[in-house]
Structures are given as structure tokens and as C-alpha cells.
């Protein structure tokens, strides 16, 4: 390998730091959970521990670096984390690059995930690619030609703050993982001889990871469940299709391990709320690239520095 690059993830509950190639492949790797009592200050520590190992004997050329939270990504300055206190208004890049001495590029985790899907991963060979990633929260991107459309700072495409109705209900209180976990709780404590309420049993986090299982069983609630969420969902999918027109949407997060039930109940759905003109609407892809998507990102985004 001719020249290696760095990219960071820092997350909500994970931290990973990878070194590769800049066409985003990955040859070395630190994951770590992260202490969010210890606040953006413990991130940062975690970060300066692991650093010396990962560069030594290692000529990196540029970090890129993939934050959970809106950050200016022209300065590298975050602009505040809602997960995590002690990041608000902090200098990322220019505290990365006193630590290392190479060029640092700092964007939105999800626009850094979008472009590693949209250049490597499931949006591949389509243009734009829109990313929509459903975890513990909902986020989005839009890459065009290549690059992540930004428009006016700071830049994120948040899909999850997307309206659902007049009364103020947004996207991520019906599609993010937590939103959906706690629908599940309610519905199974109102169903409890489903085989979605035997499958839960006495979970309290993290529901929707049984619903898999559950649909591939053929369970009613389940389907339910999963019907309304991809509804949902398509519904506000349909605002981007209006407004951007984007050849391929790519679905990621932790709800989009539900599989091919999930991707094809909002590729279904997604027609129903577009202008005929615009029929059949963005192909409708799962993600490529998994727990990957925002570290070769954040590579591919520091190969563009080198």
C-alpha cells in the first residue's frame, strides 16, 4: 500500500479508530464502547491512548473523522452533541491535528456513512444516492456526484426531524430503534400470546431485534408492527424523492437488520405517496456496509486530503 489514512468514528456508544487505504479499505482497527459519564473529554482520551499504536511505524497522510452530532465541516468544530456533554462548540479538527500533524476532515456521522455507501457500499453506481440510517436516533445524507451535498451549515440532511403531521410528531419518535422498541413493549403487554410477546419475554431494550424472527414466523403483530414503521417511513422518504430525486435510497441502522421484509414493505409503500409522474420511485436498497459505513467513510473523506 502506497499510502495509508486515518478514520475515526465517535459515536454515541462507540468509538472506532481504523487505518487503510484511501479508497476506504480498512487494514487496522481499535473499537472501544465509550463512557458517557465521562463526557467528550473521556472520548477524547480513549482517542490519544490508541493513537500510538495505530500510527506506529505509519506514515498516515490524513484523518477524516465521522461525529455523531451537527458539526461545522467546513471549520471541524462541533456544533453540539445531544448524546454526550463536553462536546458543544469544540474545536475537533484543530485539537486532531495538533494531535497528529496532518490535514483532518470532520463531518456529520451520517453524511460520512452515506458517502461510504454511496461510493463503495449499496448506493454504488447510482446518482444521487440518499442514506437514511434508523438506530437509537433517525439521521440522513445526500451524495451527488460523489461528494455530500451540504447546503447552508451545518449541513446535515435530518430526516428525522421530519414532520409527520401538523401536531408536531417527526419521524424518529415513529422509525428510530427506540421509538419502535417501545412500541413493541406496549403492544405486547396488550398481546401477550403473541409470538412476538413470547420472543420479547422480559426484554426491556432493544425490542425490535426480534422482529425478524417474529415476521419470518408468520406472526400477526409483528407484521403490524412492521407494516406501519415502513409506512411511515416511506412517507417521509417520498419529501426527498419530491425534493431531490435521489436514483437509489439506501436504508441502514440497526432497523434495517430486520432484512428484506423491512426494505420491501417501504419499497411497497413508498409509490402510494408519489406524483404518478415520478412512478416507481428510487430504487430501494438495504445497507452495504454495516457498522462499517461511517469508519470507510471517514477514510475515503481523508483520502480526498491526501
Not at 234 to 261: D, K, N, W
Not at 288 to 296: N, T
Request: one cysteine or more.
Amino acid at each position: 500500500m502506497d499510502r495509508e489514512v486515518m478514520g475515526i468514528e465517535i459515536g454515541g456508544t462507540k468509538l472506532q479508530v481504523v487505518v487503510g487505504s484511501p479508497d476506504g479499505k480498512v487494514v487496522d482497527r481499535h473499537r472501544a464502547n465509550v463512557d458517557v459519564n465521562a463526557g467528550g473529554a473521556g472520548i477524547r482520551a480513549q482517542i490519544e491512548r490508541c493513537l500510538p499504536e495505530l500510527m506506529r511505524g505509519r506514515d498516515v497522510a490524513a484523518v477524516g473523522i465521522g461525529f455523531g452530532g451537527p458539526v461545522d465541516y467546513q471549520t471541524g468544530r462541533i456544533a453540539r452533541s445531544h448524546q454526550i456533554e463536553g462536546w458543544s462548540e469544540f474545536p475537533l479538527g484543530e485539537w486532531m491535528r495538533s494531535l497528529c500533524g496532518k490535514p483532518v476532515a470532520v463531518d456529520n456521522d451520517a453524511n460520512v456513512a452515506t458517502l461510504a455507501e454511496a461510493i463503495v457500499g449499496a448506493g454504488r453506481n447510482a446518482n444521487p444516492v440518499f442514506y437514511v440510517t434508523l438506530g437509537s436516533g433517525v439521521g440522513g445524507g445526500l451524495v451527488v456526484n460523489g461528494s455530500v451535498y451540504h447546503g447552508r451549515k451545518p449541513g446535515e440532511s435530518e430526516i428525522g426531524h421530519l414532520r409527520l403531521n401538523r401536531e408536531g410528531v417527526i419521524v424518529e419518535q415513529r422509525c428510530s430503534g427506540w421509538a419502535v422498541d417501545r412500541w413493541i413493549r406496549q403492544l405486547v403487554a396488550e398481546n401477550p400470546e403473541s409470538l412476538l410477546a413470547r420472543k420479547v419475554g422480559a426484554t426491556r431494550s432493544g425490542e425490535a431485534r426480534y422482529l425478524a424472527a417474529a415476521i419470518q414466523e408468520g406472526d400477526a403483530l409483528a407484521f403490524s408492527i412492521l407494516e406501519q414503521t415502513c409506512e411511515d417511513l416511506a412517507f417521509a422518504l417520498s419529501h426527498v424523492a419530491h425534493l431531490v430525486h435521489p436514483q437509489r435510497i439506501v436504508l441502514g441502522g440497526g432497523l434495517s437488520l430486520v432484512g428484506e421484509p423491512f426494505r420491501a414493505g417501504v419499497a411497497q409503500a413508498l409509490p402510494r405517496f408519489l406524483m404518478d409522474v415520478f412512478h416507481p420511485g428510487p430504487e430501494i436498497v438495504l445497507a452495504g456496509l454495516s457498522e462499517d459505513a461511517v469508519p470507510v467513510g471517514a477514510l475515503l473523506m481523508a483520502g480526498r486530503l491526501s
